[in-house]
């Protein structure tokens, strides 16, 4: 197997491959080379035989390097493959040892993955020596430009007009800041008019496992300013009430389940006010350091923490199970949360239903519900 690359499928992951090829057949061709190697496709391969298979749909790549079949196998599977952080990683770093001259955003968006977390595997591999430094690198047009880019410098007008000067600049930033605040309060309106349209519905079963990252609605000191990055402009967010009003009818009651609940620092509170009105008692938390401090009043936060409720008689973690309280990696695409935490709360409930809300992109082995969701569970 030349060109597989990543991990292979897991358990669960195989089996579902399985019975979709055995209700429907081969859904995406296997891609070969003009040798007969196969690039993108071994699992379906090794499944077709096993059932008795002699005939799939195939697609031969012509005239291909080594790097490229290399590459477009990464492309490919990465895409849609359900991957840890580790993995993502450890397939970032193989691409940049085949291509380190190519820029780490171009290579961000051949793998679906973020620009920054190249930049930060290129970094380490580059200290290691593993691969070289290169001055210049090749983007996404295929255009060599600097991999780092000049300080474009300016100079102060003499002292009698730097007065006038600073009355232009103002001026300048308040008509830019009007333009961006009408431009995002359209955009928003937007998101919220989807999000209303889409709205799924109510579940019709209750599960033993929770996992939930809820679009809290922040304060902020200036509607006009302050809400240029917020999460309005990425989905529709809620009030605590509203919020409150949805998860007690959604998840509350008293069968015994564990919830996991993400909160950040200011609406700590208001993660504790969910978790208690649905019916559960915090236990625990843990917490997600981002590497990079963002935003705050009293202080500059770096963490989120995944806040812990127990409801009935759940049986903790195993002893010796139990993960470290702090988890490290750098953040990625607004509001999205590392695969650990997930992988860890399946490796702690395995075998039983688990239902992730407000889910942006659905996982294997768990029901999915929310506006951004592919697949909801109604």
């Given at each position: 197997m030349k060109y597989q690359l990543l991990p292979a499928l897991s358990a669960e992951e195989y089996a579902a491959l399985e019975a979709s090829i055995v209700a429907h057949g081969v859904l995406v061709p296997v891609e070969y080379d003009e040798d007969g190697e196969i690039i993108d496709g071994h699992h379906r391969v090794a499944i077709c035989q096993n059932l008795g298979l002699v005939d799939w749909p195939r697609f031969v790549r012509k005239g291909l390097s080594e790097a490229d079949k290399r590459k477009l196998a990464r492309e490919l599977n990465v895409s849609r493959r359900h991957l840890s952080s580790a993995q993502k990683q450890a397939v970032i770093a193989d691409q940049l040892r085949d291509?380190?001259?190519?820029?780490?955003?171009?290579?961000?968006?051949?793998?679906?993955?973020?620009?920054?977390?190249?930049?930060s595997v290129r970094t380490r591999l580059v200290d290691g020596g593993e691969i070289p430094h290169h001055n210049e690198v090749e983007g996404r047009d295929?255009?060599?430009?600097?991999?780092?880019?000049?300080?474009?410098?300016?100079?102060?007008?003499?002292?009698?007009?730097?007065?006038?000067?600073?009355?232009?600049?103002?001026?300048?930033?308040?008509?830019?800041?009007?333009?961006?605040?009408?431009?995002?309060?359209?955009?928003?309106a937007m998101i919220?008019?989807?999000?209303?349209a889409s709205a799924p519905g109510k579940l019709d079963r209750a599960y033993p496992v929770y996992y939930a990252d809820c679009p809290w609605k922040y304060g902020v000191r200036s509607e006009v300013t302050g809400r240029e990055k917020s999460a309005e402009n990425h989905y529709p967010t809620m009030t605590t009430e509203e919020i409150v009003a949805l998860m007690t009818g959604l998840i509350g009651g008293t069968s015994p389940a564990v919830f996991f609940c993400w909160a950040t620092n200011p609406m700590l509170p208001d993660g504790l006010r969910v978790m208690e009105a649905c019916g559960f008692t915090y236990v625990h938390h843990w917490i997600w350091d981002?590497?990079?401090?963002?935003?705050?009043y009293w202080g500059r936060d770096r963490h989120e923490l995944l806040?812990?409720?127990?409801?009935?008689?759940?049986?903790?973690?195993?002893?010796?199970?139990?993960?470290?309280?702090?988890?490290?990696?750098?953040?990625?695409?607004?509001?999205?949360?590392?695969?650990?935490?997930?992988?860890?709360?399946?490796?702690?409930?395995?075998?039983?239903?688990?239902?992730?809300?407000?889910?942006?992109?659905?996982r294997p082995g768990w029901d999915a519900w929310g506006y951004e969701a592919e697949e909801t569970t109604s």
């Open positions: 291509t380190p001259s190519i820029s780490s955003r171009a290579i961000a968006a051949m793998l679906g993955v973020d620009h920054k977390t190249v930049s295929g255009v060599k430009q600097p991999a780092r880019k000049t300080i474009r410098t300016s100079f102060l007008p003499d002292t009698e007009n730097r007065r006038e000067l600073m009355k232009v600049a103002k001026d300048l930033r308040a008509q830019d800041q009007k333009t961006r605040h009408s431009v995002r309060l359209a955009h928003m919220a008019d989807k999000g209303a981002k590497e990079v401090a963002g935003t705050g806040l812990i409720g127990r409801r009935g008689d759940v049986a903790a973690p195993l002893p010796g199970s139990q993960p470290e309280t702090v988890y490290r990696e750098l953040k990625g695409r607004h509001s999205a949360k590392p695969d650990y935490f997930a992988e860890t709360i399946e490796r702690l409930y395995p075998d039983m239903p688990r239902l992730e809300l407000f889910c942006r992109t659905p």
